[in-house]
């Protein structure tokens, strides 16, 4: 079981997403939490159809055990149309039944720096279908804290520590 699950909710193969949940990782990394990465681009998940889970696609089957065995996670979200994406959304909607009740962080990408409000509905997702409540404070990016591939904002890494914090508590990890 890893204590972390961190989901790369991006397609993007050059996502900012995956640039601070690479952060988040490090951080986890630091404090020696046991953590793992789904990164949405290494998987083919198929849309979400209603039919049983044994009948996706091993790829699909193999993001549900990731969920599955995961105590925590951190939501890595681009911000599509003020909300969800509609990968992660698509992931949600296969996988919700492997995360009832367990603890989650958010991280929300942008472009711009007024969509936060954005991060509320996958707040509320979680909440509502697997009563999932997410720790705050969550951490917002947008575009102006990145550049040429990297996140710059030194601010970023800090606000990444306390959310952890927050989540590492909710799950009584001794870090
Ligand atoms: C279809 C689409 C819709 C978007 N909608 C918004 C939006 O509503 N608000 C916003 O601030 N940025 C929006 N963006 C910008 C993305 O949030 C931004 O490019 C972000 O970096 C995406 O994450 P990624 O780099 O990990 O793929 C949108 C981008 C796309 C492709």
Redesign the pocket.
Known sequence: MSDVLLIQG?L?P?????LVIQEAAKELANRGVDHEILDLRKFDLQFCDGRPLSDYNASTQQAYKLMEKARAYVWGM?????SVSGPLKNLIDITAGAMENKSSAIIC????N??YM?LGDLSRILAFEARMVSVQPAVYT??EDFEDGRLVNSEIPNRIKVMLDALLRQIDHPS
């Open positions: 991006s993007n050059e996502s900012k997403t995956a681009p911000v599509y149309c003020f990408n942008a472009g711009g007024r969509s954005a947008s575009y």
